[in-house]
């Protein structure tokens, strides 16, 4: 691995603490503090993503030992650090946060003079940890590593997992903060990003009133990220704010698309390129149900549930626009662009879910479909990746008995007639196409993932990790690679009984 490319530009551009102090603090008037990892003594390899290391330029062997991947003995060109941020958490203002948990390690490029930033995550405290030890455990940074590979191959914008191993060292954790606090093994991943800045970075400037260095960061974020804004053009921040409310919704909308939960949208976890970021309680839907929540601490209120995700969205973007408005400061413009978010995300949604079900182009009518079926499946509790699955394939003869299988629950009469005419509403709408059923067939093949990372499959997979088993880790990792194809038809089955309501399957926490 070639880590002489790795360099630290962020800390030239911006006012900072470069004294190392570990110390947990408030940093007014600076926005990062360079920090160490914590060293561990035996850390251990799991994983090493040897693609995404050559497709980023560090090459694709792992050096003889794992001390880059755990933090330890770094070379001198690396100056790791930690970025200062604040958010709002479940609709409240919680002023400073910053990366308590992650440890920037710097940006390389490769030959498509392509530049990635490569963070730490679980490698020890830093100023912005808030009396917690930044620390992370195997539970957590195996769905990490898992989840955000999956979501690439998916198709969905999202961080990256470079690396994962385990630290040899436990970590005390309460899973679901009810008192029951345990050890669990310590791991540390490198994740991978164009850029980690989030919604939270410009709320902090905003809200200490550090204008200069708020005007500063937008223009190197511009300027890096979205480079078909002119940085002369008097309206660049309006353009920006534009562009940062369209790649959020179209986000959310391809989360729709598979059936995501992201379970903890605050707004420091809110990517300003729109890519799905910090994984914690997330989960895929399994019956749909737009009231599912994986995230425990988001009950009863269910803020994150899986059909607020796109108002939750962009009540996120409201609180973004409040921290720019001292760069734009034309009120009018602003709300313009925060009310059509809600025309431009539903009609991505409503394109998204026509391409679902195999329609060449969205009709008037389809609307009353949709409504119609979102009912249906939701009252029905079908699963969501499974019931598009056998629709691909349904014929002209397929009743509610092809379908068996994606049912978490027997139907009634009147519930097998209810969904054995919504098929023939389906196959007349089909009718209405321009393009031939195999056609539709291969649109609904793009748009339908065969197998998604479920949380009872990532469950068992931490379960034999913990005993050093590795046989369903490395297939998941296989299975994920190609998520729109049948590669292991066992994985292609609705969440079985025994995980209803089991913790860390069916119930997650923020610890998760």
Same mark, same amino acid.
């Given at each position: 691995m070639n880590l002489s490319k790795i360099s630290s530009p962020f800390l030239s551009k911006f006012p900072g603490d470069i004294s190392g102090n570990p110390q947990q603090r408030q940093t007014p008037g600076i926005i990062y503090c360079t920090i160490k990892p914590e060293e561990f003594k035996n850390p251990t390899l799991i994983a090493f993503n040897e693609k995404l290391s050559a497709e980023i330029g560090l090459g694709e062997n792992p050096e003889k030992t794992v001390d880059f991947f755990a933090g330890k003995n770094l070379p001198e060109n690396i100056n790791t650090y930690a970025t200062a941020y604040a958010g709002h958490q479940f609709g409240n203002w919680a002023g400073q946060l910053g990366d308590g948990?992650?440890?920037?390690?710097?940006?390389?490029?490769?030959?498509?003079?392509? $530049?990635?930033?490569?963070?730490? /995550?679980?490698?020890?405290?830093?100023? %912005?940890?808030?009396? !917690?030890?930044?620390?992370?455990?195997?539970?957590?940074?195996?769905?990490?590593?898992?989840?955000?590979?999956?979501? *690439?191959?998916?198709? =969905?914008?999202?961080?990256?997992?470079?690396?994962?191993? $385990?630290?040899?060292?436990?970590?005390?954790?309460?899973?679901?903060?009810?008192?029951?606090?345990? %050890?669990?093994?310590? !791991?540390? =991943?490198?994740?991978?990003?164009?850029?980690?800045?989030?919604?939270? *970075?410009?709320?902090? &400037?905003?809200?200490?009133?550090?204008?200069?260095?708020?005007?500063n960061l937008a223009d190197f974020t511009i300027e890096n990220y979205f480079p078909d804004i002119d940085l002369n053009n008097e309206n660049k921040y309006a353009k920006w704010f534009q562009q940062i409310s369209e790649k959020t919704a179209d986000l959310i909308v391809d989360w729709f698309r598979v059936g995501f939960v992201h379970g903890v949208m605050n707004t420091d976890n809110m990517s300003i390129l729109g890519l799905t970021i910090d994984y914690g309680p997330f989960s895929f839907v399994d019956e749909y149900d737009l009231n599912f929540t994986p995230n425990t601490t988001d009950l009863p209120g269910r803020r994150y549930s899986f059909g607020n995700q796109?108002?939750?969205?962009?009540? @996120?973007?409201? #609180?973004?626009? @409040?921290?720019?408005?001292?760069?734009?400061?034309? #009120? $009018?413009?602003?709300?313009?662009?925060?009310?059509?978010?809600?025309? %431009?995300?539903?009609? /991505? *949604?409503?394109?998204?879910? !026509? /391409? $679902?079900?195999?329609?060449?182009?969205?009709?008037? #009518?389809?609307?009353?479909?949709?409504?119609?079926w979102q009912s249906m499946i939701q009252d029905l509790k079908i699963d969501y990746t499974l019931f598009f699955t056998k629709l691909e394939t349904v014929s002209k003869d397929s009743d509610y008995f092809y379908f068996k299988d994606s049912f978490y629950e027997d139907l009634k009469e009147e519930s097998k007639t209810s969904f054995n005419n919504f098929l023939n509403t389906y196959r007349e709408r089909l009718n209405l196409n321009k393009i031939s059923r195999e056609e539709s067939k291969i649109l609904m093949s793009k748009n339908n993932p065969k197998f998604i990372l479920r949380? %009872?499959? &990532?469950?068992?997979?931490?379960?034999?990790?913990?005993?050093? /088993?590795?046989?369903?880790?490395?297939?998941?990792?296989?299975?994920?690679?190609?998520?729109?194809?049948?590669?292991?038809?066992?994985?292609?089955v609705k969440r079985p009984a025994k995980y209803e309501g089991v913790v860390g399957s069916s119930s997650l926490s923020c610890s998760s």
């Open positions: 948990r992650a440890i920037y390690i710097g940006e390389i490029e490769n030959n498509l003079n392509q $530049k990635t930033e490569l963070q730490y /995550k679980g490698a020890g405290a830093t100023p %912005y940890s808030r009396t !917690a030890d930044g620390r992370a455990v195997l539970r957590s940074s195996v769905r990490e590593y898992l989840m955000s590979e999956a979501m *690439h191959f998916l198709g =969905i914008k999202t961080t990256r997992a470079l690396s994962l191993v $385990k630290t040899g060292e436990d970590v005390l954790r309460d899973e679901q903060y009810n008192g029951n606090a345990r %050890y669990e093994d310590g !791991a540390v =991943i490198i994740r991978t990003a164009e850029s980690f800045l989030r919604f939270g *970075h410009f709320e902090l &400037l905003s809200a200490q009133k550090e204008t200069e260095t708020l005007k796109g108002k939750v969205a962009q009540w @996120n973007l409201w #609180q973004l626009a @409040n921290a720019l408005f001292p760069l734009i400061n034309d #009120q $009018k413009i602003m709300e313009e662009i925060l009310n059509d978010f809600g025309l %431009y995300f539903w009609k /991505k *949604h409503d394109e998204i879910l !026509a /391409k $679902k079900f195999g329609f060449d182009e969205l009709l008037d #009518q389809d609307l009353e479909f949709f409504s119609q949380n %009872y499959l &990532l469950f068992e997979c931490i379960e034999e990790l913990k005993n050093d /088993k590795t046989e369903l880790f490395e297939k998941l990792q296989l299975a994920l690679k190609q998520p729109y194809d049948e590669l292991y038809p066992e994985f292609s």
